[in-house]
């Protein structure tokens, strides 16, 4: 039924990416963090996502595998992100605050073969989360990249994979009704499950049944552990335009951001659209440039519709 009303198709996000990069070559991607800056073009993350997916491949990673990646809004993750989509690997995000307990049992249930994560940030030592996992009971897990020069024993670094990559690389063929993405919930009531999606449900999501628009600048504030983080990396390579990831929330920033780029949209729950726009009072920044802004992810009180709505925000 879904093929019949359209909402499904038999393109893949990796066709898309692919088209996107010939369509919206020059659309801009701009990971704003105090540690890791990064930005890049859709043109060049698509070259260089599809020689690491040939780096991927000869770490004997294939169609149906699974990699989880606890990496926060950095180019390195964007590109790990796309070049298992190529591949036809099965993402795992993993919400960067999730300790061993955490990581251990994703792992486990996604049986990841691959596992990508930084060294530290903020105030987390991931190396310190590595040594506590029981790798006894990951029987899958083979290989676990570090983001560091120095990754520890067993391990390689982000420059170590790099090294394997291999431009020329020829991607499989991946289906669009293919299992793309395993995300887990939060687990509130009973243990985290492990939701399936496929190229096809992703899609419908991004752009063939979505609501907000798309022009302009758009401002991602989501983790990419996140579903909408996630969703937001994955709608430029549909729309364009330029997009910028935020590697951690901050109000001041994110209004700052708003009004040096002209941000168009943004997204977030009722906490994050009330500190921006108590933030933006307060400093005086200008937001009149944002016209769409996406909220959900908890009960959104009516008076902060009103309040948005004075600011001349649509919310969806």
């Given at each position: 039924r879904y093929y019949d009303e359209g909402r499904y198709q038999a393109r893949t996000l990796a066709d898309e990416m692919r088209d996107g990069a010939t369509?919206?070559?020059?659309?801009?991607?701009?990971?704003?963090?105090?540690?890791?800056?990064?930005?890049?073009?859709?043109?060049?993350?698509?070259?260089?996502?599809?020689?690491?997916?040939?780096?991927?491949?000869?770490?004997?990673?294939?169609?149906?595998?699974a990699i989880a990646?606890?990496?926060?809004?950095?180019?390195?993750?964007?590109?790990?992100?796309?070049?298992?989509?190529?591949?036809?690997?099965?993402?795992?995000?993993?919400?960067?605050?999730?300790?061993?307990?955490?990581?251990?049992?994703?792992?486990?249930?996604?049986?990841?073969?691959?596992?990508?994560?930084?060294?530290?940030w903020r105030n987390i030592d991931y190396v310190e989360r590595l040594e506590r996992l029981d790798r006894s009971a990951l029987p899958d897990l083979q290989h676990v990249i570090v983001l560091d020069e120095d990754p520890p024993s067993g391990c390689l670094s982000w420059r170590d994979l790099e090294a394997k990559?291999?431009?020329?690389?020829?991607?499989?063929?991946?289906?669009?009704?293919?299992?793309?993405?395993?995300?887990?919930?939060?687990?509130?009531?009973a243990e985290p499950k492990g939701v399936q999606h496929t190229h096809n449900t992703l899609l419908a999501e991004l752009g063939r049944g979505s609501t907000m628009p798309t022009h302009g600048v758009t401002l991602s504030a989501f983790p990419s552990g996140h579903?909408?983080?996630?969703?937001?990396?994955?709608?430029?390579?549909?729309n364009g335009g330029k997009t910028i990831l935020m590697?951690?929330?901050?109000?001041?920033?994110?209004?700052?951001?708003?009004e040096e780029h002209q941000v168009r949209n943004t997204q977030g729950t009722p906490f994050h659209l009330h500190g921006l726009l108590e933030t933006a009072a307060a400093s005086r920044r200008d937001l009149s440039s944002l016209a769409d802004y996406l909220i959900g992810g908890a009960n959104v009180p009516p008076a902060l519709v009103e309040q948005a709505q004075t600011a001349g925000l649509a919310t969806y």
């Open positions: 369509k919206h070559g020059e659309a801009l991607l701009v990971f704003h963090s105090d540690t890791r800056p990064g930005a890049a073009n859709v043109a060049e993350m698509h070259r260089k996502s599809l020689a690491l997916a040939g780096a991927l491949h000869s770490l004997g990673l294939r169609p149906g595998d990646i606890q990496v926060p809004n950095w180019l390195e993750g964007a590109l790990a992100f796309q070049a298992a989509m190529l591949l036809g690997v099965v993402v795992v995000p993993v919400i960067h605050i999730y300790g061993p307990a955490e990581v251990q049992f994703i792992l486990r249930e996604s049986r990841a073969r691959a596992f990508i994560c930084p060294r530290a990559a291999q431009p020329s690389f020829a991607p499989p063929h991946v289906a669009a009704d293919d299992v793309c993405l395993l995300i887990f919930t939060s687990g509130t009531t579903i909408a983080g996630v969703l937001g990396l994955a709608r430029l390579y549909l590697d951690n929330w901050d109000a001041s920033a994110a209004a700052r951001l708003i």
